[in-house]
């Protein structure tokens, strides 16, 4: 499969706390794209990095993107109970938004 | 930005039956995509729709499946054929737009789809 592995599957915090997110995939790419779905509903686009960018910012959020080892991470600083969903991140490898999907993680953040 | 309703938003249906989603777009897109998310899985694209030629489709998915059609540059259909409750997932498209001077994609609400 070209699916990429995130890591961890599910993660739990507080209220303030940072929540780091994981992802590694297994060919070399166009872009890298961060995505948000609350509960089984639409996909809301976060931030995407492309291959010759090695670290983004948007608000609270910040991803970096390694490609020699073909990871990337998604850091969502002083984290809100709003902020609880499922986050994927998707690569491009062909230029023409064909993404493919990490496996995602599960972050709850508990006021 | 692009913005996308799609119908009906859920349903349950018999297997043996077929369903066909509808995607709308509020602007005129070359390619629309169609992806499946099933339960508690991430998103895996089912093919790419293009106005005026047949779509292409991904591996693991078959045109008698999953007829496409795509009639203009706002619309695309996704039909689920005799379906098993293995079908049972969200459909969601997704259309190539631009916000803030970058090219992003954005994503229908999504059709639930339970299979009995």
């Known amino acids: 499969s070209q699916q990429g592995e995130e890591d961890p599957q599910a993660l739990s915090i507080q209220e303030g706390e940072n929540a780091t997110m994981n992802c590694s995939y297994k060919t070399s790419i166009n872009n890298l794209q961060w995505y948000r779905q609350n509960s089984g509903r639409g996909l809301v686009h976060l931030i995407l990095?492309?291959?010759?960018?090695r670290e983004k910012h948007s608000g609270r959020l910040r991803v970096t993107l390694d490609t020699s080892k073909k990871s990337s991470s998604l850091l969502i600083t002083a984290s809100r109970a709003a902020d609880t969903a499922s986050y994927f991140c998707a690569t491009d490898n062909t230029g023409f938004q064909k993404l493919v999907f990490g496996t995602g993680t599960r972050l709850l953040v508990s006021p | 930005s692009a913005v996308i309703s799609q119908k009906p938003s859920r349903d349950i249906c018999q297997r043996g039956t077929s369903l066909t989603i509808q995607c709308q777009v509020d602007?005129?897109?070359?390619?629309m995509f169609w992806y499946r998310q099933q339960p508690g899985q991430s998103l895996t694209l089912i093919a790419t729709a293009n106005q005026g030629s047949e779509a292409t489709y991904e591996s693991g998915f078959v045109i008698d499946k999953f007829p496409i059609s795509r009639p203009n540059l706002t619309f695309s259909t996704l039909t689920v054929s005799n379906m098993s409750p293995e079908d049972s997932s969200i459909y969601l498209c997704s259309v190539e737009g631009r916000r803030g001077g970058r090219n992003e994609q954005f994503f229908g609400p999504g059709t639930r789809l339970t299979v009995l």
């Open positions: 602007s005129q897109v070359t390619m």
């Open positions: 990095i492309r291959s010759n960018e």
